[in-house]
């Protein structure tokens, strides 16, 4: 794994600048008449809160120079987060005002009110309805896919109409070098935008991929085998996973993430992903026909495998052997002899993903498999249940703090191992975790 302290800390550093930008803006140069604290504060929060919520499309943009040091699940846990911090400052904004000078609550109707507040109104309603669909989708029985589009939407509508009720307003924005600020960010907000909707589509569009082989695995998973068309494919390290979109262009506003399972190691550009159908989307793998178009964004993530002294533990439960079966067949490929143990939750015995293959590369690696089986055969002797500190303590050698950690699966089972991890005195610089739901 390498070191990203350089780039950790500049991303950090452009970050915190693009939100205190406009705050400096507002202190330097020229200054209108001042007013109470609390109205100039709640103009503050506002400023900063737009700020943030316009920087939103840029966490979300897929910039794998970005992304990379931290992993996407990180960057969309960080991007969930902010988010509610910057929906609370700018409806914090017009709480404050309210309280302050009550004489102000008449723009709260919208009939009469003049188009700055409307704007006003617009972005906070629509900030409202994205953070309630963001929380609550799920309770709400909103597919993914309608989520997404409306999610983009609502942001688009609340920067906007953020944007326009400040310029009119216009109350900190009479210099021109401060409107050419505004500018410059906006600008950078629609470039964002065109970037990703537009640019990265387009350059999709050009390397596409044509399924070369359909297999059925167990479990009720397929795995789907793609071959680039015109041009060498992409290098991924395993571990790391890409965007799929089978329906459709790569205009298209979804597509679905999914680990790379084959080896990195192949030469031809192929790429395999093995699919667990769990919903609308992943029930339709099976039925795809070879030589079908799709387009493949990627590779992502920063779960990858680190020092090769150390001893591998990879755990995974159910379809979360994904990209351990990568990271095993890119060790045979290379012949990395490197000490692997593979944990392994399943359901039952007849459902477990790549249960031959790995059997068979054990003999071609220094990989030991334990499998832990919910609902074990009668005659089963091996471990039975949830993998817990006591399977760790019976299967891995101590010093646990001495081996590196990859852990993929339900987020139940997830976050008992990390505090297992926790328990053993792991520290977290030692284990890695790939979260298969970013939402
Ligand atoms: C980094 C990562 C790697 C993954 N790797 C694999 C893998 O190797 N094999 C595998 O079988 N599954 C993998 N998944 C899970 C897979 O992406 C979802 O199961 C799939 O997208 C569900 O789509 P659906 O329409 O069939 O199900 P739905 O019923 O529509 O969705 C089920 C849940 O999956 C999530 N989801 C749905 N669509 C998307 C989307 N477009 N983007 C992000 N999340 C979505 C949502 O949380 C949703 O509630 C991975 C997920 C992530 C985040």
């Given amino acids: 794994m390498r070191s990203y302290t350089t780039r950790v800390a500049v991303w950090i550093v452009l970050y915190l600048l693009f939100i205190l930008a406009p705050l400096f803006a507002l202190l330097a140069g020229s200054l209108p008449p001042a007013r109470d604290f609390w109205t100039e504060f709640s103009v503050a929060i506002g400023y900063a809160g737009l700020a943030m919520m316009g920087l939103q499309f840029g966490l979300t943009a897929r910039f794998r120079y970005v992304t990379e040091p931290w992993g996407e699940d990180v960057i969309y846990h960080f991007h969930r987060q902010i988010s509610l911090i910057a929906v ?13 000078r009550p004489e102000l609550l008449v723009l709260l109707n919208s009939f009469t009110a003049p188009w700055r507040a409307r704007f006003a109104a617009m972005s906070v309603y629509s900030l409202i309805a994205l953070v309630v669909m963001a929380i609550w989708r799920v309770k ?13 939407l609502l942001a688009i509508i609340a920067v906007a ?24 960010m906006t600008i950078f ?88 159908n769990l919903g609308d989307f992943t029930s339709t793998i099976h039925t795809l026909p070879v030589g079908k178009r799709v387009y493949l964004d990627g590779p992502y993530g920063a779960f990858t495998v680190g020092n090769p002294a150390d001893m591998h533990v990879l755990i995974a439960g159910g379809i979360g052997i994904t990209p351990m079966m990568s990271i095993i067949r890119t060790f045979a490929d290379n012949g990395d002899k490197r000490p692997v143990i593979l944990l392994y939750g399943s359901k039952d015995w007849e459902s477990i993903t790549f249960r031959e293959e790995l059997d068979a590369l054990k003999d071609r690696l220094n990989l030991t ?60 610089s030692k284990y890695h975790s790939e979260r298969y739901s970013f939402v």
Avoid at 140 to 152: A, C, D, M, N, V
Avoid at 174 to 183: A, H
Avoid at 388 to 393: G, I, N, P, S, Y
């Fill in 189 to 276: 907000w629609i470039g964002l935008l065109f970037y990703v909707r537009i640019i990265k589509p387009l350059f999709l569009l050009r390397r596409p991929y044509r399924i070369a082989e359909v297999h059925k695995e167990r479990g009720d998973t397929a795995t789907l085998v793609m071959q680039p068309e015109g041009h060498s494919g992409f290098r991924f390290t395993p571990g790391q996973f890409g965007w799929l979109t089978v329906w459709g262009s790569p205009f298209k506003i979804t597509g679905h993430p999914f680990s790379f399972s084959s080896s990195a190691a192949a030469p031809d550009g192929r790429v395999e992903m093995t699919i667990r």
């Fill in 369 to 428: 498999i334990v499998h832990v089986i919910r609902n074990p055969p009668a005659d089963w002797t091996g471990e039975r249940g949830h993998i817990t500190a006591e399977v760790f303590k019976r299967h891995l050698p101590p010093p646990y703090a001495d081996h590196e950690y990859f852990i993929c699966g339900a987020d139940v089972m997830m976050d008992s191992i990390e505090k297992t991890l926790d328990e053993l005195h792991v520290p977290i």
């Fill in 88 to 100: 609370a400052l700018v409806i914090a904004h017009p709480i404050i005002l309210f309280a302050v």
């Fill in 161 to 184: 109409a953020g944007l326009a009720h400040m310029v009119g307003w216009a109350f900190y924005l009479v210099s021109p070098w401060k409107r050419t600020l505004w500018i410059c």
């Fill in 140 to 152: 709400l029985k909103i597919s993914y896919e309608t989520w997404h589009i409306t999610h983009i």
